[in-house]
């Protein structure tokens, strides 16, 4: 069967062999602990510790700040040291909760104790996944159970596993395909019971065969699940470029994919779900991948949300030489960091330490008008026009062209052999015209 895929995307060089084979070690914390309040698309948690407080593992120590928001709990047991502004990905400071770990690892009463999911209604699921504190944890954060609080009137016939992982260098999910399809399979099935008249398809990209052999075979017995091949491009696992690759249907920014009948979550976050809803377990732990040509030993660690990155990087043996760039994510959509002191959050699907940044010393000349922006465009817009008008700071335009429309991949500027930043400028155009029709909105 040909592996199914979208038009347009780019084939950059996925270096997953780099880690593929390092079998998931799970870490513990050495230090303290940062639990931020932003781990999630929405409203930030809001803390319901002090300093000095006592806290358990598996305790909630932030509640949800609104209905799109996501509670936040402890993944260790010990003292409070903290509530304050912290430092995060972006280089900014953002309120966070400070934990001392007592590496005694004592649980709150029932963490872990097994639970009949075949005697939970549509809506004592839901508010299992929404009491846990899940969101997507392949990189956009979007609260899981927001998700799968549908409108009235919609059909959902498609929970699609966004087991792509087309990013390169990452392999946490691929690990985990290896190593807990049972898990997944399990959090799926609880989402087929969330949703009956729907099918359950796994989306896994061509370049992983052990990984769509392991999960089809926990899928066997089931006439509700299947694996789907789907071709190995970027970004294949775009949630608007993964329902087109397994329905057809397409999906724009005035929509949600529940609209075109589809429900969309991570193979991760598939786990999670699982975990909160059969074995009352609060998102507290992920698997992150710590790679790169500068790490000594490329590795995938589960380990606990809060613990310091640098941990993760000493674990992987430390550097082999000082990287020129280190990435929180992929390559391609993953954002640089000047500091490993930082915590593990929902979202950290990876640690990139690269010996040589390619965009250090590749100044941008101007558009040859090869048209390959155009081409490689999974949203099938005009990049260079976009940022055109970008540059004009003509917003009217813009909009005219369909920049609303762009999903940020940045295959437009790794394609474009003028080295222009064409994503770049598009990017934050869309988020300054987004910011004006709210505030717009609000008067």
Avoid: W
Wanted: aromatic content about 6%; overall charge neutral; proline content about 6%.
């Amino acid at each position: 069967m040909l592996s199914k895929t979208f038009r347009g995307g780019v084939h950059p060089k996925d270096k997953k062999e780099l880690s593929a084979g390092a079998e998931t070690v799970r870490l513990e914390a050495k230090g303290e602990l940062v639990f931020p309040m932003i781990q999630h698309i929405g409203a930030p948690a809001k803390p319901i510790v002090n300093p000095g407080d006592r806290v358990l593992l598996g305790q909630k120590i932030a509640e949800a700040g609104g209905f799109v928001s996501a509670a936040v709990y402890s993944s260790v047991s010990g003292t409070v040291k903290a509530v304050a502004p912290h430092l995060n990905q972006s280089g900014d400071e953002a309120p966070a909760i400070t934990i001392e770990n007592d590496c005694e690892y004592e649980a709150v009463p029932g963490f872990g104790e097994p639970r009949d999911y075949d005697k939970m209604s549509r809506e004592e699921i839901i508010k299992a996944v929404a009491d846990a504190g899940i969101v997507g944890m392949g990189g956009a954060g979007f609260p899981t159970a927001v998700k799968l609080t549908v409108k009235d009137g919609i059909k959902i016939d498609h929970v699609i596993c966004n087991a792509a992982e087309c990013e390169p260098y990452i392999t946490c999910d691929y690990r985990l395909m290896l190593e807990r399809a049972d898990d997944a399979v399990l959090g799926m099935k609880i989402l087929l019971k969330v949703f009956p008249d729907a099918v359950g398809v796994f989306g896994i990209e061509d370049n992983k065969p052990l990984g769509i052999e392991s999960v089809a075979k926990a899928c066997e017995g089931s006439d509700r699940m299947s694996v789907l091949p789907l071709k190995k491009k970027y970004p294949q696992g775009g949630e608007r470029m993964l329902i087109y690759a397994v329905t057809k249907r397409k999906v724009n920014s005035k929509m949600l994919p529940a609209d075109a009948g589809c429900v969309v979550v991570n193979f991760s976050t598939l786990i999670a779900i699982a975990e909160a809803v059969a074995k009352n377990m609060p998102l507290v732990r992920r698997v992150v991948t710590v790679t790169g040509e500068a790490v000594k030993n490329p590795s995938n660690f589960d380990v606990p949300l809060g613990i310091s990155s640098q941990e993760l990087v000493d674990a992987a043996g430390g550097f082999t030489h000082d990287p020129e760039k280190i990435i929180f994510g992929g390559p391609m959509m993953g954002s640089a960091v000047y500091t490993l002191d930082l915590p593990v959050t929902k979202t950290s699907s990876c640690i990139l330490c690269l010996s040589n940044d390619e965009t250090k010393n590749s100044e941008p000349t101007e558009c040859i008008r090869c048209g390959k922006c155009l081409y490689a465009c999974p949203e099938h817009l005009t990049p260079i026009e976009l940022k055109n008008a970008s540059d004009r700071l003509d917003y009217k335009r813009f909009e005219e062209l369909g920049g609303l429309e762009c999903i940020g991949c940045g295959c437009c500027t790794f394609t474009c052999p003028a080295k222009r930043r064409l994503s770049q400028s598009i990017t934050m155009t869309k988020r300054y015209v987004l910011a004006e029709k709210k505030k717009g909105a609000s008067k």
